[in-house]
């Protein structure tokens, strides 16, 4: 059965150079469309990326909201293009603090940025915002990378009401850890929103680390794939010992395995 899925990418191949991550980023949401599925595909709009290249352009009707993070209006700036060679249109988030004169998740010395949590939820609220406005209604989202880590918390609790997203099934894909410090102090302040509440956070650590924010993925999520050859263990027994449905690393040709999981869940 055809099914509309959102996939939520950190990194997509061509616009940021070739990583397991980027690699999936990219032939997944190509193959579920192949496969007769509706897709829409969003990613940051990191600083590396060269848009006259990559042809982005701005679309003008979904830019121009304010996201509010920690009390500081952060202006959204939406973007697009497609990949070549292949009918996957791909939507960028961008916002001059947290991505245009940015390099990724690391800085020229290779130091994570210390608001890269700020990053992630001002990502994760930007692509949901923009769902919204494109009157799209997923069944399924597939969450890929870090970066869209809050997603789950948020479909969960601060957008259970919107109609885009009432009956979404989530999906998160976990990889190896890519973060090599923990997030700011302020996160889980900065993570509050509506009915994501403070208390709802209480559980985890002050500390959110890179194991900590894939935990709070896990536990919003309605189902977890290991992505990746190399995925921590203990994060796939938190989830099984949750009962959240798992899928173990089904190899390089995982179509047929992502699309039954996603008919299970």
Known sequence: ???????????????????HLSLMGKTLPQVMQENGHEIR???PKWGTINERRGQLHEVIRLSGMNLIIDDTDHPLIIKVATIVGTRVQVYFIDND??????????DENGQ???????????FARGVLETVKKLRWVPDIIHVQGW??????????TAYHEEPS?????????LYP???TSDLASNFKQCVEFREATGELLKPYNDNFDFNELTKLAIDYSDG???????????????????NIPTLNYPGEDFGAAYEEFYGKI
Do not use: C, W
């Open 1 to 19: 059965m055809a099914q509309k899925i959102l996939f939520i990418n950190q990194e997509i191949t061509p616009y940021v150079p070739d990583t």
């Open 41 to 43: 595909t969003f990613m």
């Open 97 to 106: 603090d947290y991505f245009t004169k940015r390099q990724m998740a690391q």
């Open 112 to 122: 994570d940025y210390a608001d890269n949590g700020e990053r992630a939820i001002f």
């Open 147 to 156: 970066m869209g880590a809050v997603v789950p918390l948020y479909i969960k």
């Open 165 to 173: 997203f009432a009956n979404t099934k989530v999906v998160t894909s």
């Open 177 to 179: 850890n890519s973060l």
């Open 224 to 242: 977890i794939i290991a992505a990746h050859q190399d995925v921590d263990p203990m994060l796939m027994k938190y989830a099984a010992d949750r």
